[in-house]
């Protein structure tokens, strides 16, 4: 990889790792030595990711579960072994779909639990088990996967933008309490990325209009790729990065700016 991230002898949780933005970051934190165990909801998502990475030449081995399921999260956690690196990328963005958005007098606390409990709860599930090893052993990274949405808000997304703000805010907070025990605790929040679940956006003709009105808010007039938050959460996970926690770091295209 050219660089030296010092991941060998690491192991990494990578959860909702079966496709997407969380298997590239699985990919990548392989590439670089760490031994990556790769979540997902789907039993043969994460199977498959974690074969591709073995075929790539990485260490990887799958271990599916729901994140929302606060006791599976902390028996399967539990017993994997060692956790030295979470990173928190499970989440949702639409209840029936990508890009389903509603004003938020239009729903109701059913359609919000989808968002709190995989984005907010299933951060909070993951980091309540694999934590304690981290505060034990001395040393630790959490990362999660936020949004700019989290960030800056968006009109018929108040739900997942709360639940992504949270998650935040969260994390923020566990950075405080185990910095001292050489763990650190970080966000990256994202933009419109380009995805297996959002493929059809990006493919289908009849869809150019809309293409062209969410990419027109992106300074870099093209959406992200999974190798574009990969590299970010690597360094984080990184030892080089102790000096590095509680802090959202935007990978957006320049969506949104951030001081």
């Given at each position: 990889?050219g660089?030296?991230?010092?991941?060998?002898?690491?192991?990494?949780?990578?959860?909702?790792?079966?496709?997407?933005?969380?298997?590239?970051i699985?990919?990548?934190?392989?590439?670089?030595?760490a031994?990556?165990v790769?979540?997902?909801?789907?039993?043969?998502?994460?199977?498959a990711?974690a074969?591709?990475?073995?075929?790539?030449?990485?260490?990887?081995?799958?271990?599916?579960?729901?994140?929302?399921?606060?006791?599976?999260?902390?028996?399967?956690?539990?017993?994997?072994?060692?956790?030295?690196?979470?990173?928190?990328n499970?989440?949702?963005?639409?209840?029936?779909?990508?890009?389903?958005t509603?004003?938020?007098?239009?729903?109701?606390?059913?359609?919000?639990?989808?968002y709190?409990a995989?984005?907010l709860?299933?951060?909070m599930?993951?980091?309540?088990?694999?934590?304690?090893g981290?505060?034990?052993?001395?040393?630790?990274?959490?990362v999660?996967?936020?949004?700019?949405?989290?960030?800056t808000?968006?009109?018929?997304?108040?739900?997942?933008?709360?639940?992504?703000?949270?998650?935040?805010?969260?994390?923020r907070?566990?950075a405080?309490?185990?910095?001292?025990?050489?763990?650190?605790?970080?966000n990256?929040?994202?933009?419109?990325?380009?995805?297996?679940?959002?493929?059809?956006?990006?493919?289908?003709p009849?869809?150019?209009?809309?293409?062209?009105?969410?990419?027109?808010?992106?300074?870099?007039?093209?959406p992200?790729?999974?190798?574009?938050?990969?590299?970010i959460?690597?360094?984080?996970?990184?030892?080089?990065?102790?000096w590095?926690?509680?802090?959202?770091?935007?990978?957006?295209?320049?969506?949104?700016f951030?001081?």
């Amino acid at each position: 990889m050219g660089i030296d991230f010092e991941l060998e002898g690491k192991r990494a949780l990578v959860t909702g790792a079966g496709q997407g933005v969380g298997e590239g970051i699985a990919r990548m934190l392989a590439a670089a030595g760490a031994e990556v165990v790769v979540n997902d909801y789907v039993p043969e998502r994460a199977e498959a990711a974690a074969g591709r990475i073995r075929e790539a030449g990485g260490a990887a081995t799958a271990l599916p579960f729901d994140v929302t399921d606060h006791d599976q999260v902390h028996e399967r956690i539990g017993g994997a072994g060692p956790i030295d690196i979470l990173v928190n990328n499970a989440g949702n963005a639409g209840v029936a779909g990508f890009g389903e958005t509603a004003p938020f007098v239009d729903t109701t606390p059913d359609q919000w639990e989808p968002y709190l409990a995989v984005n907010l709860y299933g951060v909070m599930n993951c980091v309540h088990a694999a934590l304690p090893g981290m505060v034990e052993r001395g040393w630790g990274r959490v990362v999660t996967i936020v949004s700019d949405a989290g960030r800056t808000g968006g009109a018929g997304t108040a739900a997942y933008a709360a639940a992504k703000a949270g998650a935040a805010a969260f994390c923020r907070a566990v950075a405080q309490e185990v910095g001292r025990h050489g763990v650190t605790v970080n966000n990256v929040s994202l933009g419109t990325m380009r995805t297996p679940v959002t493929e059809d956006l990006w493919r289908d003709p009849d869809k150019e209009d809309l293409r062209k009105v969410i990419l027109s808010g992106y300074v870099v007039r093209r959406p992200g790729e999974p190798a574009d938050a990969a590299w970010i959460v690597t360094a984080l996970a990184s030892p080089r990065a102790g000096w590095v926690t509680g802090q959202t770091i935007p990978v957006n295209g320049g969506f949104s700016f951030a001081l």
